[in-house]
């Protein structure tokens, strides 16, 4: 029998019409990295906000060091030692780092703050973890990965001895993530117990000791990392077998169909532009893949493609139209399909239907609608149609509100609307982000299937797997600028992280020719 | 000069209850309850306030001790009345706006019929004078004596004293960063251990408490010490609001912003005593407008820039993360 610092034994836990968490098990030992892997939706956060004290289990018990502990809420969890990143980071933006980091745990006199040994503390365990915190900072104006140092300098400053990470990678770029690894490293290596919810296999099999899957709520088994691989993890999460490679046949580009010329876009936050001359074409039957770290001005770039922005300068033609001041409706009928990167912002009404949602970019067409009256029965009818042909799963079909579904079937009903409609360009913005293995693997399928019919694709990704694996031609963008075209065939992930990181350029050619 | 004199003393006494009410209101906010309801609580206060001067100005005592006691008895009439609000926005997590509201529109309705019921007048009328033309001592300080000293009233003072004691606690107090905190991220706040609840029912607590007592000092300052249900506060719990957002939600603006309307307001009142703006020959009434145009003009300005406390407006509910 091995000694555990924490136990969660037979834990059920039941929300309206779903049971989250089917009597699982979970056993923690001390000094490791464990990792808590299972699709969206399998249960995992709702675990893990079992143990925070977010959420009481109906059935099940916890022990902590053989003890049977009550965790009612995030107080108790702390008196024990537990503390958590949460994905999105609860941290008051207005605040610096040090008033969020003592919020809740202030040291003071009398009601008084006493912010100065609270800020040497903070100094002292930034410097000894490496974390180069600056404890007068605003949140608002570090970067989403310092933002989550400060969220574990929240933990280390309450002396939590179990750390759990709620996919602390989501929103971190390549570089983010191996330091963030090789920091839950270092504290595992001094007797910190952590739980790493995820589900990125590498990451797994990167820095985790043990692994426990979670399936539709249900508790699959839990695995040594070194004896086991990533298919083996697949199968135990998915419950089939998954292609991590994209099958696909040799692209055969045709016609242009995208031509952008010269785009520049001016910055929201800064003097600079965001996007300067950027020049490419996308044509029939090919996959273009803008890659580059966040941030390097992707996201004002297809903005200003897909007509949310204005350019300063350039022009942008589809099929021989210029659409380079066309309205964003304008570019949806001259055959611009676009799945954005921001699905809650603008890709769905979240409140709206999901029928309602599968024709936000047609409902004025004479099909759905009469002199401005909406047709339900047709509208309803188009809507069935999409989330058969898609499998679209939602907890009452056309009739669900779009904000109670999970962020896989958002997102096929995204695609499902966009691929539907007339398209001969369809532009994907970071399609899978946040997806789990088995969305990844259908969103990839569509993505080639286009290809296959002819459509021309540009996708804009930030995974370096699926830059290499999808796309057919890589243009890599840097400080707003496109600084290399790359082949996927002849190049590796090494020389494209060179690329993304600027420490390699190639001079900017004419890529008219290419293909 | 004298004229620069008179109207820095007849600004203060303006200025004071609109500087405690609009910080009423930053304390609710940044809780994370928008309160509408400032008109409706200075009103509330005012009237018991004056209620109370009325009840007892026959007994033989310091007309600044009946002040004092009068605004005690504003502020808990203030604090009650804002109760009210607290329930239906926090624990009933009502619309926050409407709730404000329905506040604003019962309480010049029911002055007025308690007023015709008892009084048979439309509001409360006192015969007491709390007007201090010096104070001993201070009055002879040169210039600030002059300007803060002299032809006064102890409200000036005594807002004074609570803008100090406001910015203490909302910068320098364990309370005030969890207040802020609730009005930003309340998940975050809750997470770390912080009733939310509690600490939104004591932002608007604060905002009734400062709320009543602005609103006596309205009555004193700006009124005689009377209050009438047709008038009411002349939409200073408004002007308030206005104040505390062109004041950014922040104490030290807030003060400015209050001196800046109640400028303009005493300035109109104060035409006749400047030569160059009587010689324009404008009717007053265009000048009284100033300071409510000056209202629209200035957030029309500002409003793009300000940032108001991420989660106002929105109940907090436990079960949405």
Same mark, same amino acid.
């Given at each position: 029998?091995?000694?555990?610092?924490?136990?969660?034994?037979?834990?059920?836990?039941?929300?309206?019409?779903?049971?989250?968490?089917?009597?699982?098990?979970?056993?923690?030992?001390?000094?490791?990295?464990?990792?808590?892997?299972?699709?969206?939706?399998?249960?995992?956060?709702?675990?893990?906000?079992?143990?925070?004290?977010?959420?009481?289990?109906?059935?099940?018990?916890?022990?902590?060091?053989?003890?049977?502990?009550?965790?009612?809420?995030?107080?108790?969890?702390?008196?024990?030692?537990?503390?958590?990143?949460?994905?999105?980071?609860?941290?008051?933006?207005?605040?610096?780092?040090?008033?969020?980091?003592?919020?809740?745990?202030?040291?003071?006199?009398?009601?008084?703050?006493?912010?100065?040994?609270?800020?040497?503390?903070?100094?002292?365990?930034?410097?000894?973890?490496?974390?180069?915190?600056?404890?007068?900072?605003?949140?608002?104006?570090?970067?989403?990965?310092?933002?989550?140092?400060?969220?574990?300098?929240?933990?280390?400053?309450?002396?939590?001895?179990?750390?759990?990470?709620?996919?602390?990678?989501?929103?971190?770029?390549?570089?983010?993530?191996?330091?963030?690894?090789?920091?839950?490293?270092?504290?595992?290596?001094?007797?910190?117990?952590?739980?790493?919810?995820?589900?990125?296999?590498?990451?797994?099999?990167?820095?985790?000791?043990?692994?426990?899957?979670?399936?539709?709520?249900?508790?699959?088994?839990?695995?040594?990392?070194?004896?086991?691989?990533?298919?083996?993890?697949?199968?135990?999460?998915?419950?089939?077998?998954?292609?991590?490679?994209?099958?696909?046949?040799?692209?055969?580009?045709?016609?242009?169909?995208?031509?952008?010329?010269?785009?520049?876009?001016?910055?929201?936050?800064?003097?600079?532009?965001?996007?300067?001359?950027?020049?490419?074409?996308?044509?029939?039957?090919?996959?273009?893949?803008?890659?580059?770290?966040?941030?390097?001005?992707?996201?004002?770039?297809?903005?200003?493609?897909?007509?949310?922005?204005?350019?300063?300068?350039?022009?942008?033609?589809?099929?021989?139209?210029?659409?380079?001041?066309?309205?964003?409706?304008?570019?949806?009928?001259?055959?611009?399909?676009?799945?954005?990167?921001?699905?809650?912002?603008?890709?769905?009404?979240?409140?709206?239907?999901?029928?309602?949602?599968?024709?936000?970019?047609?409902?004025?067409?004479?099909?759905?609608?009469?002199?401005?009256?909406?047709?339900?029965?047709?509208?309803?009818?188009?809507?069935?149609?999409?989330?058969?042909?898609?499998?679209?799963?939602?907890?009452?079909?056309?009739?669900?509100?779009?904000?109670?579904?999970?962020?896989?079937?958002?997102?096929?009903?995204?695609?499902?609307?966009?691929?539907?409609?007339?398209?001969?360009?369809?532009?994907?913005?970071?399609?899978?982000?946040?997806?789990?293995?088995?969305?990844?693997?259908?969103?990839?399928?569509?993505?080639?299937?286009?290809?296959?019919?002819?459509?021309?694709?540009?996708?804009?990704?930030?995974?370096?797997?699926?830059?290499?694996?999808?796309?057919?031609?890589?243009?890599?963008?840097?400080?707003?600028?496109?600084?290399?075209?790359?082949?996927?065939?002849?190049?590796?992930?090494?020389?494209?992280?060179?690329?993304?990181?600027?420490?390699?350029?190639?001079?900017?050619?004419?890529?008219?020719?290419?293909? | 000069?004298?004229?620069?004199?008179?109207?820095?003393?007849?600004?203060?006494?303006?200025?004071?209850?609109?500087?405690?009410?609009?910080?009423?209101?930053?304390?609710?906010?940044?809780?994370?309850?928008?309160?509408?309801?400032?008109?409706?609580?200075?009103?509330?206060?005012?009237?018991?306030?004056?209620?109370?001067?009325?009840?007892?100005?026959?007994?033989?005592?310091?007309?600044?001790?009946?002040?004092?006691?009068?605004?005690?008895?504003?502020?808990?009439?203030?604090?009650?009345?804002?109760?009210?609000?607290?329930?239906?926005?926090?624990?009933?997590?009502?619309?926050?706006? &409407?709730? /404000?509201?329905?506040?604003?529109?019962? !309480?010049?309705? *029911?002055? @007025?019929? +308690?007023?015709?019921?008892?009084?048979?007048?439309?509001?409360?009328?006192?015969?007491?004078?709390?007007?201090?033309?010096?104070?001993?001592?201070?009055?002879?300080?040169?210039?600030?004596?002059?300007?803060?000293?002299?032809?006064?009233?102890?409200?000036?003072?005594?807002?004074?004293?609570?803008?100090?004691?406001?910015?203490?606690?909302?910068?320098?107090?364990?309370?005030?960063?969890?207040?802020?905190?609730?009005?930003?991220?309340?998940?975050?706040?809750?997470?770390?251990?912080?009733?939310?609840?509690?600490?939104?029912?004591?932002?608007?607590?604060?905002?009734?408490?400062?709320?009543?007592?602005?609103?006596?000092?309205?009555?004193?300052?700006?009124?005689?010490?009377?209050?009438?249900?047709?008038?009411?506060?002349?939409?200073?719990?408004?002007?308030?609001?206005?104040?505390? &957002?062109? /004041?950014?939600?922040?104490?030290?603006? !807030?003060?400015? *912003?209050? @001196?800046? +309307?109640?400028?303009?307001?005493?300035?109109?009142?104060?035409?006749?005593?400047?030569?160059?703006?009587?010689?324009?020959?404008?009717?007053?009434?265009?000048?009284?407008?100033?300071?409510?145009?000056?209202?629209?003009?200035?957030?029309?300005?500002?409003?793009?820039?300000?940032?108001?406390?991420?989660?106002?407006?929105?109940?907090?509910?436990?079960?949405?993360?």
């Amino acid at each position: 029998m091995e000694n555990y610092i924490v136990e969660m034994l037979g834990i059920t836990k039941e929300f309206p019409g779903i049971i989250a968490n089917d009597n699982i098990t979970l056993n923690l030992k001390k000094g490791e990295v464990h990792a808590l892997l299972g699709e969206n939706g399998a249960g995992k956060s709702t675990l893990m906000s079992v143990l925070f004290g977010l959420y009481q289990a109906e059935k099940g018990e916890i022990r902590k060091n053989g003890q049977v502990v009550k965790i009612n809420n995030p107080n108790d969890a702390n008196a024990l030692g537990i503390g958590m990143v949460h994905q999105h980071f609860k941290l008051v933006e207005i605040f610096t780092v040090l008033e969020n980091i003592i919020l809740g745990v202030e040291p003071n006199t009398m009601g008084f703050l006493e912010k100065n040994e609270a800020r040497k503390k903070v100094v002292e365990l930034s410097e000894k973890y490496g974390l180069s915190i600056k404890p007068d900072a605003l949140i608002e104006d570090i970067s989403v990965g310092m933002q989550q140092r400060v969220e574990i300098l929240k933990m280390l400053y309450r002396e939590n001895e179990i750390l759990i990470f709620d996919e602390p990678t989501a929103v971190l770029t390549p570089q983010e993530i191996k330091e963030l690894l090789g920091i839950m490293r270092g504290f595992a290596n001094e007797g910190k117990s952590i739980l790493f919810i995820t589900h990125k296999l590498n990451e797994i099999m990167d820095v985790a000791d043990r692994c426990t899957v979670l399936r539709k709520g249900k508790y699959i088994g839990t695995v040594d990392v070194k004896t086991t691989n990533k298919e083996e993890l697949s199968r135990m999460m998915v419950g089939r077998d998954i292609s991590f490679s994209v099958d696909k046949k040799p692209a055969e580009p045709k016609e242009v169909v995208l031509s952008v010329k010269n785009v520049t876009v001016a910055s929201k936050h800064h003097k600079n532009n965001a996007v300067r001359n950027v020049t490419f074409d996308v044509r029939a039957g090919e996959i273009v893949c803008l890659a580059g770290i966040d941030g390097n001005g992707q996201t004002e770039f297809v903005s200003a493609l897909t007509g949310l922005d204005k350019m300063v300068e350039g022009s942008v033609t589809l099929c021989g139209k210029d659409i380079s001041k066309a309205s964003v409706r304008e570019r949806s009928v001259s055959g611009m399909s676009h799945i954005p990167e921001d699905r809650h912002k603008h890709g769905l009404v979240l409140d709206y239907t999901l029928e309602e949602n599968m024709v936000l970019q047609r409902y004025w067409q004479p099909e759905f609608q009469n002199k401005g009256f909406l047709k339900f029965d047709a509208i309803r009818k188009y809507a069935e149609n999409l989330i058969e042909r898609f499998d679209v799963r939602s907890g009452q079909g056309p009739i669900t509100v779009v904000r109670s579904m999970s962020g896989g079937n958002q997102q096929k009903a995204i695609i499902a609307r966009e691929i539907d409609k007339n398209h001969e360009l369809l532009v994907a913005v970071q399609p899978t982000r946040g997806l789990d293995v088995g969305a990844i693997e259908y969103i990839h399928k569509q993505l080639v299937e286009r290809r296959d019919a002819g459509k021309g694709v540009l996708l804009v990704s930030l995974e370096l797997e699926e830059v290499m694996n999808v796309s057919d031609r890589i243009l890599v963008m840097y400080e707003g600028e496109i600084v290399g075209e790359l082949d996927p065939k002849t190049t590796n992930v090494q020389e494209l992280g060179l690329y993304m990181s600027g420490a390699k350029r190639n001079t900017v050619k004419e890529i008219d020719n290419a293909g | 000069m004298s004229t620069f004199y008179y109207l820095i003393q007849n600004m203060l006494p303006v200025a004071i209850p609109l500087l405690l009410v609009a910080l009423g209101g930053m304390f609710s906010e940044r809780s994370g309850v928008v309160n509408i309801a400032l008109e409706g609580i200075m009103l509330f206060g005012a009237f018991f306030g004056a209620l109370f001067v009325y009840t007892f100005q026959g007994v033989d005592m310091n007309p600044q001790v009946l002040l004092l006691l009068g605004m005690l008895i504003a502020a808990v009439s203030g604090w009650i009345y804002s109760l009210l609000l607290s329930f239906a926005a926090v624990t009933m997590k009502a619309d926050q706006t &409407i709730t /404000g509201v329905s506040l604003n529109m019962m !309480i010049p309705a *029911a002055i @007025l019929l +308690f007023s015709k019921m008892f009084f048979n007048s439309d509001g409360i009328t006192t015969t007491k004078n709390f007007y201090i033309r010096e104070v001993p001592v201070l009055s002879n300080i040169p210039i600030l004596g002059e300007m803060f000293f002299q032809r006064t009233y102890l409200t000036v003072m005594i807002g004074f004293v609570l803008l100090i004691i406001s910015i203490i606690i909302f910068y320098k107090t364990r309370f005030g960063l969890r207040l802020r905190a609730c009005g930003e991220h309340p998940q975050a706040a809750d997470s770390v251990g912080i009733n939310v609840y509690f600490m939104r029912y004591a932002g608007v607590s604060l905002s009734g408490i400062l709320g009543g007592i602005g609103g006596f000092f309205y009555s004193v300052g700006v009124l005689d010490g009377n209050v009438s249900g047709h008038t009411g506060v002349a939409g200073f719990g408004f002007l308030a609001l206005a104040v505390m &957002i062109f /004041g950014q939600w922040k104490p030290g603006k !807030i003060f400015f *912003a209050a @001196l800046f +309307f109640a400028f303009l307001r005493t300035l109109a009142y104060s035409v006749s005593l400047i030569p160059f703006l009587d010689g324009l020959g404008i009717d007053q009434t265009y000048y009284k407008m100033l300071p409510y145009v000056a209202t629209m003009v200035v957030l029309a300005f500002t409003s793009k820039k300000s940032r108001a406390p991420k989660a106002e407006g929105i109940p907090y509910d436990k079960s949405q993360r």
